[in-house]
Every structure is written in C-alpha cells, then in structure tokens.
C-alpha cells in the first residue's frame, strides 16, 4: 500500500472531493472551511508586509490543534510538498512569503493562552497568540511578556518566536530569545518534539535557542512556554530634542558609556516626527531634527538618579529640550507615538520599506550621514525612527509604487544601506529576519564554513527542505533554490 493509500484509508474519505487529491487530504483532515483555497485568500497570503513578492500560496490551511498540524505535515510528506508556517504576516523579510506553491499553515486560530504557571515563572500558549493580547491578560497578575515589537497590537507569539523579534523596551530586556523557555514543535517529518524546558539549567543541547530565529525553516511553533516578566515599580519617560540627529546619535552611545542601561532608547528624526505629530498629537516638538526617547525603570529608590544623569547627557550633547512625562497619560501618549509611526506615514505616500540592521553605536551618526545621502542619490525619501540603544537602525523608504521604476530605486537603496552598514562593522538584521530579503548577503556575514554548518543544521531538522524552503540560506546551500526541490507543483498553483 502507498504512503497515501495508507493515509487515506487511516483519515477515511468521507470529505466530498475537489478532483485535487492534496486539497481533498486537507480537508479530510481538518475540515472543508479551514481549507482555502480561493484566489482572494491566496493572493492575500502570497505576501507578507514586506516589499518582497514572487509568492504564491497553495492550499492554506487553519489548523485548530498539535495534532492537526501533524496531519498537515504528514500529508505535506505523502504528496511531497513543502510547508510554510504563517502568523498574522506582519513580517518585514519576506519569511512567510510562499514560495512555489507550498501548503500555508496559518496559526491565527490556535489563539489560546493554555495555562499562567506563576510558580515556574511562565505561561504555557498557542501561538497564534498576539503579543499585545498575552500582555493583557498578564497585566492584572503582575506580569507582562517584555518582547514589544511595533507590531505588537496584530504580531503573534509564533511570529515573534521565529523571528526572534525585538521592540522598544528589549534594551535593557532583551529580545524574544531571552523570554522563551520551551517551544512545543511538530517537525518536518510530522513528530511533535519539545525544546528547551521549565528547568533553568536544561541538560544537553540548546534546540530551544536554534528554534527562536529560525524563520519557519525547522517546523512549526505549536506551543510556547513564555517568562513571565514583573510589572515595573516605577517608570522615568524622557523626551529630548536635538538641532542634530547626530546630537541624538552621540546621547545614545554616551549614556551606554556611562553605564545606565536604560529599557528603552528610541530615536525618530524630523520628517518622521511631523508626521507622527499631525496623526496622533503625542506632544512631540516637531521643529527639532531629532527626538529621543529614553525611559529608565526599577524600584523609586535611584530611578531618578538615573533619569538625571541622561538628561545630563543629553544636555551636554547639545539637546535644546528635556522633559519628563508628568504621568501615566502622558507616557502612554508619547509611546504611542513612537509605535504608530509606521502607520503615520500612510498620510505621506502609500507604500514603505522598513528596513532593519545593526551598527555599532559609536558608527550611529555616520552611518545615518550616509543613509540620507543613499536617499538623495536615488531621490528618495527616507525616515528614521530606531531602537537606537542598541544600534538597530530602521530606515524607513516611503514611496508609492504606482511611481514608475520607483521600486527599483527602493531595492537599489536597500542594498547600499546594507553596504553602509556592514561597512561599519554592522550587522544584516536586529530583529526583522533574513527572509528573502537579506538572504543573498549572508556570505557577507558568515564564511562557507559557517554557512555549511548552519546547512547541516537545517538539514538534520529538515533533510527534504519541507519547511519554508527558498529562505534565510542563500543560493548555493541548503534548500535555497526551490526550482530544485521535487516538491515545486506546477498548473493550478504554479
Ligand atoms: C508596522 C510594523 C512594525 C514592526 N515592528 C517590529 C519591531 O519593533 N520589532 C520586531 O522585531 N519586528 C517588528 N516588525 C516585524 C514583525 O511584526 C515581526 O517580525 C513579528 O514577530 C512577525 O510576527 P507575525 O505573526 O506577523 O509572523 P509572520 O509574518 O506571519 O511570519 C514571520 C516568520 O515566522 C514564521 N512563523 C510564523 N509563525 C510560525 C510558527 N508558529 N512556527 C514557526 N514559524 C512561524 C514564518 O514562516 C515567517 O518566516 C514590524 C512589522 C510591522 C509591519
């Protein structure tokens, strides 16, 4: 008996059929409404919210369980096609973007928060969970779960867990890497595997810290234990204004200097600020060329010391205004500023390209210098809104791409910002991912040894490339070129 006889008569195949054997084994398994396959669904989810396209999505599934994701990827297995894990697709590199027709999985129904263990300091949860949410229902005990991307109000625990994303407050916090103890995986091959574990000295190899970051390349997220984090004591927001950006830049790196971590540093240049100004009124002065936003935490005793000393800083920097938020009002006001900016310039042009990499600090201002320069050679507009703390740059391209050849010039300034900041000793990415977007560079990054073990790596997770293949490796390695991998369809969902 084949391996889909076998499947078949295991399932039973009561469902009525659609004359495509794959989407008939779908809907067997889950059900017919939690299998998509309309055009509108998969143009919609043959994208992500980056500027990358090429996506085409096969059959999109929504599983409910553990063990209907086992299903989808045993059944991935007997038709041999490949599978991409999907969030809510508010990812920047392209990570969810489908590429030859693979089985979506989307995870935006497994949304249940399973169990808060305030004894073991975690909370046990779905990962179509959005990040905003499980803060939410944390709050009232005390907690919240620190990893706060922009996105946080639409992003899920999935999501982040894949892409390791970072936020605001991940300075002094760190990232999603820190925040995760255990992640429940149904694997390639169909097994559920559990990595990493509640005890704080895991014995053996670190598969949890592989997991997080590996972009849906080694299986699918189906269960999180996520740290628990306390509530802050006390909270210091600071506004500062600067008649440089390199003023801002120069505060950033003196005050790590002087060995104040602060939670968040966070800095929006003046196009950006006028445009968040006029679309929420956060209070920001939008005659400087930059703003910073700096916000210390911990117990009363000393936060204000450590809020005076920054202001110190930035005063010595040349800031030409420093206030502290009055109160809770006004520092949610200010922060919601600073997470609605992306959305703010929607009032400028209708398309962006939120970038992501990583300088060293002390290069910030430099680096900066040559990005509006990168904008002016290609006459175009760029803004700059960054977690500046730690480097993390996020030049923002606003452009509208009915413009006529205007997409070219935004990849062609991509890549020279890439350029500029591997040049200054920088990194591809702080939190968004390689995805498509980056994957070429990765031999910029890492040598053909490096490469070749992070190949085998995914190879010994994945040997068939089934999941997400045709991302983060570059060409010449590991499941890089889908053209090549016998699972590629063609016709209806080529
Ligand atoms: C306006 C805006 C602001 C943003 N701000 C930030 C920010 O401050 N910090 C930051 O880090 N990012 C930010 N992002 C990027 C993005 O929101 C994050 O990367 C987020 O974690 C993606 O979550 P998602 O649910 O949308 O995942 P998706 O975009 O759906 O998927 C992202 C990747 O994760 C994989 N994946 C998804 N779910 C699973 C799963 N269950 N198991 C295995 N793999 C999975 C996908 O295959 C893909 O490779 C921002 C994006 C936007 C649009």
């Given at each position: 008996?084949?391996?889909?006889?076998?499947?078949?008569?295991?399932?039973?195949?009561?469902?009525?059929?659609?004359?495509?054997?794959?989407?008939?084994?779908?809907?067997?398994?889950?059900?017919?409404?939690?299998?998509?396959?309309?055009?509108?669904?998969?143009?919609?989810?043959?994208?992500?919210?980056?500027?990358?396209?090429?996506?085409?999505?096969?059959?999109?599934?929504?599983?409910?369980?553990?063990?209907?994701?086992?299903?989808?990827?045993?059944?991935?297995?007997?038709?041999?096609?490949?599978?991409?894990?999907?969030?809510?697709?508010?990812?920047?590199?392209?990570?969810?973007?489908?590429?030859?027709?693979?089985?979506?999985?989307?995870?935006?129904?497994?949304t249940?928060i399973?169990?808060?263990?305030?004894?073991?300091?975690?909370?046990?949860?779905?990962?179509?969970v959005i990040n905003l949410d499980l803060t939410r229902q944390?709050?009232?005990?005390?907690?919240?779960?620190?990893?706060?991307?922009?996105?946080q109000q639409?992003?899920?625990i999935?999501?982040?867990?894949?892409?390791?994303?970072?936020?605001?407050?991940?300075?002094?916090?760190?990232?999603?890497?820190?925040?995760?103890?255990?992640?429940?995986?149904?694997?390639?091959?169909?097994?559920?595997?559990?990595?990493?574990?509640?005890?704080?000295?895991?014995?053996?190899?670190?598969?949890?810290?592989?997991?997080?970051?590996?972009?849906?390349?080694?299986?699918?997220?189906?269960?999180?234990?996520?740290?628990?984090?306390?509530?802050?004591?006390?909270?210091?927001?600071?506004?500062?204004?600067?008649?440089?950006?390199?003023?801002?830049?120069?505060?950033?790196?003196?005050?790590?200097?002087?060995?104040?971590?602060?939670?968040?540093?966070?800095?929006?240049?003046?196009?950006?600020?006028?445009?968040?100004?006029?679309?929420?009124?956060?209070?920001?002065?939008?005659?400087?060329?930059?703003?910073?936003?700096?916000?210390?935490?911990?117990?009363?005793?000393?936060?204000?010391?450590?809020?005076?000393?920054?202001?110190?800083?930035?005063?010595?920097?040349?800031?030409?205004?420093?206030?502290?938020?009055?109160?809770?009002?006004?520092?949610?006001?200010?922060?919601?500023?600073?997470?609605?900016?992306?959305?703010?310039?929607?009032?400028?042009?209708?398309?962006?390209?939120?970038?992501?990499?990583?300088?060293?600090?002390?290069?910030?201002?430099?680096?900066?210098?040559?990005?509006?320069?990168?904008?002016?050679?290609?006459?175009?507009?760029?803004?700059?809104?960054?977690?500046?703390?730690?480097?993390?740059?996020?030049?923002?391209?606003?452009?509208?791409?009915?413009?006529?050849?205007?997409?070219?010039?935004?990849?062609?300034?991509?890549?020279?910002?890439?350029?500029?900041?591997?040049?200054?000793?920088?990194?591809?990415?702080?939190?968004?991912?390689?995805?498509?977007?980056?994957?070429?560079?990765?031999?910029?990054?890492?040598?053909?040894?490096?490469?070749?073990?992070?190949?085998?790596?995914?190879?010994?997770?994945?040997?068939?490339?089934?999941?997400?293949?045709?991302?983060?490796?570059?060409?010449?390695?590991?499941?890089?070129?889908?053209?090549?991998?016998?699972?590629?369809?063609?016709?209806?969902?080529?």
């Amino acid at each position: 008996m084949s391996l889909l006889d076998r499947f078949r008569d295991r399932v039973g195949s009561s469902a009525a059929t659609t004359g495509d054997p794959l989407v008939d084994d779908l809907r067997a398994a889950l059900s017919p409404e939690r299998v998509k396959t309309d055009g509108a669904q998969r143009s919609l989810l043959g994208k992500d919210a980056s500027v990358f396209d090429g996506g085409s999505a096969g059959p999109i599934c929504y599983p409910v369980s553990t063990a209907e994701v086992v299903e989808i990827m045993r059944i991935a297995q007997v038709h041999e096609r490949a599978v991409v894990p999907r969030g809510a697709g508010t990812g920047l590199a392209g990570g969810a973007i489908p590429l030859g027709a693979p089985i979506v999985v989307a995870v935006t129904k497994m949304t249940s928060i399973l169990e808060i263990d305030e004894a073991n300091g975690v909370a046990w949860v779905e990962p179509g969970v959005i990040n905003l949410d499980l803060t939410r229902q944390l709050t009232p005990l005390g907690y919240h779960f620190a990893p706060d991307p922009s996105s946080q109000q639409v992003c899920t625990i999935g999501g982040n867990v894949a892409n390791n994303s970072g936020g605001p407050h991940c300075l002094a916090y760190g990232v999603t890497n820190s925040h995760v103890a255990a992640i429940e995986v149904v694997s390639p091959a169909g097994e559920v595997i559990m990595l990493g574990g509640l005890d704080p000295e895991p014995d053996g190899y670190d598969l949890r810290g592989v997991f997080v970051g590996s972009e849906g390349t080694l299986g699918i997220a189906t269960k999180v234990a996520v740290r628990l984090t306390k509530n802050r004591p006390a909270v210091r927001t600071l506004l500062m204004s600067f008649a440089s950006v390199r003023d801002a830049a120069n505060t950033v790196s003196d005050v790590i200097a002087a060995g104040i971590v602060p939670a968040a540093m966070e800095v929006m240049d003046q196009r950006i600020t006028e445009a968040v100004e006029n679309y929420v009124g956060a209070g920001y002065p939008t005659d400087a060329a930059a703003v910073l936003l700096a916000e210390v935490d911990g117990p009363d005793e000393g936060i204000d010391i450590d809020a005076d000393r920054i202001a110190e800083i930035g005063r010595g920097n040349h800031a030409t205004m420093v206030r502290v938020a009055a109160d809770d009002t006004e520092r949610a006001l200010l922060w919601k500023g600073r997470k609605t900016a992306f959305g703010a310039v929607a009032q400028i042009a209708p398309d962006y390209y939120l970038h992501d990499t990583v300088v060293p600090r002390s290069a910030l201002a430099d680096v900066l210098d040559e990005i509006y320069a990168i904008a002016d050679r290609h006459d175009l507009l760029i803004m700059n809104v960054f977690h500046a703390g730690d480097g993390n740059l996020h030049p923002l391209i606003v452009f509208d791409g009915r413009d006529e050849g205007v997409l070219d010039r935004v990849h062609a300034a991509g890549g020279e910002i890439i350029e500029a900041s591997l040049a200054a000793g920088g990194v591809l990415s702080g939190e968004h991912g390689i995805g498509v977007e980056k994957q070429k560079y990765m031999d910029r990054l890492f040598s053909d040894a490096d490469l070749e073990h992070q190949n085998r790596l995914r190879r010994a997770f994945d040997p068939v490339c089934r999941a997400n293949p045709g991302k983060v490796l570059p060409m010449g390695h590991s499941c890089a070129d889908i053209q090549q991998l016998r699972s590629v369809p063609t016709g209806v969902w080529g």
